[in-house]
């Protein structure tokens, strides 16, 4: 991002460095890293936080793992601990931030601004806890550490880049991380939220989350004078006319038993009032659970595009231009069920029944499906951690209201408990899949 590490950010990176006997405590290390964001792409000072954690604890680490298309190295951090014969489980955490002005009002919010991998000048927030996920990785690697009486096997710690980006776990795999790090046998995550309680977990046995597809357009037309619009063909008013009709590709294409999404995040065009601009660019992200469910919104978004042409008599060297985004795409995330009921089973021995609950599917993303490869051949288990205050969920509840949640400027995880729900719940979890 180019911002410079405060003393603040100096000082965490030092500690996180200290001798095992002189740890920083994993509330300080939180603090730290959530005031000190770092947006996708550019996760520099937070790898290195946690490789010199992982480090501390015994991991043999590597950073700057992880290569994207332009060839630009990514920041994965890698850890492996063997300890004898046994399966290899990988336990991933992602680490990026949001391109948001956090609106939290605590005394360690961020007030970092930074640039985008595409230009664009932000704030920037950990709006999605990713601070918290890397923390935890860090708990989790001191408790699996100090617990090598009780496992098995060999312990792959990744933290991830550029989840928000969807181009993170792509980047680690184009760099040969199987390759150079073994492959793994299992593959376990978790994100925190604020729909369940500090304290309790929440896991979907099957499909968990959407798969996504990033989708960019270019509505082309001919601009003028905006007061004689008659002499152009005004792109922005194409650009409307289609997104607008986008919304009937999910509900008048699509299954209705297949959940699917198609939401034009980004349109920007014109520098006037007065100016008809010559196109608009269109973001769009999309969501599905099948494959034809992915076909059906991509053959409409091209074939709507085409058609807002036709209609406004434009040649076709001035029809849409659509770009499928693949960097920008994963699969639905699929929870394997034999591998998570198992995960099931010891987060209830662990947390306690009433603490743990079963999941219907939801629309977010996750790039993390990527690392089970193509069809589905690393079993794959994550679950979703309670975040939230238990008293302000209850009295949110009672109102028929919704706590600030993931992609929010006042989103902020009760730290401590969701920390040490989460250290203990994937050591569990961990420490059984490594018999």
Known sequence: MGVKMTAAAAALCLAAAAPAHAQAPLIDIYKGIHAHPELSHFEKDTSAILARELRAAGYETTERVGVYPDGSQAYGVVGVLKNGKGPTLMV???????????????????????????GQETAVMHACGHDIHTTILIGVA??????KSHWHGTLMLVGQPSEETVDGARAMLADH????FGRPDRIVGLHD????????????????????????????GVGGHGAE?????????????????????????????DPAVVTVGSIH???KRNI?????????TTRYFSDAGRDVILNGIRQMAAGIAVSAGLPPDKAPIVTIVNSESAPPTYNDPAQSLKVKDILVKTLGADHVTLEKPVMPSEDVGVFGLEGRQIPLTYFFLGAANPDALKAAKANHVSLPGPHTSKFLPDAAPTIATGVKAMTAVAQGLLQ
């Open 142 to 147: 001191r408790a699996m550490a100090a617990s």
């Open 193 to 220: 939220g604020s729909d369940t309680a500090a304290g309790a977990v929440a896991l979907v046995i099957g499909p968990s989350q959407a798969g996504t597809t990033s989708v960019d357009i270019t509505v082309r």
């Open 177 to 180: 991380l199987y390759e150079r």
């Open 276 to 284: 008809i601009p010559d196109e608009v660019k269109l973001q769009l």
């Open 92 to 118: 991933r955490a992602d680490m990026d931030a949001l391109p948001i002005l956090e609106d939290t009002g605590v005394d360690y919010a961020s007030h970092v601004r930074g640039r985008t991998y595409a």
């Open 229 to 257: 619009p008659e002499a152009g063909r005004d792109p922005i008013v194409l650009a409307a006319e289609l997104i607008t009709q986008l919304q009937t590709i999910v509900s008048r294409e699509e299954d209705p038993t």
């Open 269 to 271: 065009g014109g520098t």
